[in-house]
């Protein structure tokens, strides 16, 4: 069964960083390529970036609100993806999901639960 | 980029009723068009992947059409479990922009 567990989130400040993980389980993880959602309170979902798998450059792509501030990684001996937010705005509070992404279909078939990021003075 | 475009943000219906939610992209996506279910405090569910394929475990009351820039997708009896938000998503090229979102509720 795949299963994806988000943590990390938190409270951080204007300007901090926090980082979020994504422990992920049931299915092989070097293999996937994977991406980062987030949703802000009573708003709809926004695409925050994608990774490739390593076999495929581990290459990653981030939307423009989040382009150098917000990193992708991933730990395929870990089973773990990363998102590394520094320099976070109070736009940035949000629940933040991670998902399997269909390498050609680019399509989201799994999900985590998500982990809430609040970013507050 | 490509933008998306959702309508009705919000929906009253039925059980029983016919359904139908729409997306718009701003520039061909071939079938790259994704739908998603989600209930209050729960992650995003896959319905439906390149515009019409019915994701595994999905009831066969969803079906999703179109190509190019139109989209729609349709329950056909709507069931109480329905009651949720739907998005739709590109995944044609990155940044893969999501629907503003439809909000189905009871009437």
């Known amino acids: 069964e795949v299963q994806l567990v988000e943590s990390g989130g938190g409270l951080g400040k204007p300007g901090e960083s926090l980082r979020v993980s994504c422990a992920a389980s049931g299915f092989t993880f070097s293999n996937a390529w994977m991406s980062w959602v987030r949703q802000a309170p009573g708003k709809g979902q926004e695409w925050v970036g994608r990774?490739?798998?390593?076999?495929?450059?581990?290459?990653?792509d981030l939307a423009a609100p989040v382009k150098g501030r917000f990193t992708i990684s991933r730990d395929d001996s870990q089973n773990t993806l990363y998102l590394q937010m520094n320099s976070l705005k109070t736009e940035d509070t949000a629940v933040y999901y991670c998902a399997t992404r269909h390498r050609y279909g680019g399509y989201l078939d799994y999900w985590g639960q998500g982990t809430l990021v609040t970013v507050s003075s | 980029d490509i933008q998306m475009t959702q309508s009705p943000s919000s929906l009253s219906a039925s059980v029983g009723d016919r359904v139908t939610i729409t997306c718009r992209a701003s520039q061909s996506i071939s079938s790259y068009l994704n739908w998603y279910q989600q209930k209050p405090g729960k992650a995003p569910e896959l319905l439906i992947y390149a515009a019409s394929s019915l994701q595994s475990g999905v009831p066969s009351r969803f079906s999703g059409s179109g190509s190019g820039t139109d989209f729609t997708l349709t329950i056909s009896s709507l069931q109480p479990e329905d009651f949720a938000s739907y998005f739709c998503?590109?995944?044609?090229?990155?940044?893969?922009?999501f629907g503003q979102g439809t909000k189905l509720e009871i009437k």
């Open positions: 998503q590109q995944s044609y090229s990155t940044p893969h922009a």
């Open positions: 990774i490739k798998s390593k076999t495929d450059g581990a290459t990653a």
